[in-house]
């Protein structure tokens, strides 16, 4: 469970917390993606469309590791397994859902370009690498089928 004031100040920053233990944030790619600025490595060299991948993690404070560079909180990292995992198809539902919600904050940009937001609206990829060890959610397998 995030604790509230951390989920607040997430939150701020652009995260939407995703049942008990996930999260999802819109990446910069898939941002420059519907302005037409730019798009990944994914979409250069495998075509993958940046604009229709959610990033998001399925163990979002889990991690074993304590990097020296690591840019969280350290302080609510929990160097263990989820807990009590959450259903994989409804992280699964809930992430793509919030993201959709995020997404329509770039309906006022005036250099939206709209085919492309119509078409991020429908995610088909998922990044699972936002933060944390996705390793350490114990329904992976199944999440990844």
Not at 9 to 37: F, M, P, T
Not at 44 to 61: E, N, R, T
Not at 71 to 87: A, G, H, I, M, S
Request: net charge positive; glycine share 4%.
């Amino acid at each position: 469970m995030i604790p509230e004031k951390l989920k607040g100040n997430l939150e701020k920053q652009g995260y939407r917390i995703v049942g008990n233990h996930s999260a999802i944030k819109v990446c910069l790619w898939c941002k420059k993606s519907l302005r037409d600025e730019d798009t990944c490595y994914k979409n250069k060299f495998y075509g993958i469309k940046s604009w229709q991948c959610v990033q998001m993690s399925p163990a979002f404070l889990n991690c074993l590791h304590r990097c020296q560079f690591c840019w969280r909180d350290l302080e609510y990292t929990l160097p263990k397994d989820v807990e009590n995992p959450d259903n994989p198809k409804e992280i699964i539902d809930k992430s793509i859902e919030e993201h959709k919600i995020i997404l329509q904050g770039f309906r006022a940009n005036k250099i939206l370009n709209k085919k492309k937001f119509e078409e991020a609206m429908k995610p088909k990829h998922f990044a699972i690498s936002l933060s944390g060890d996705a390793t350490m959610y114990p329904l992976l397998p199944e999440f990844i089928k």
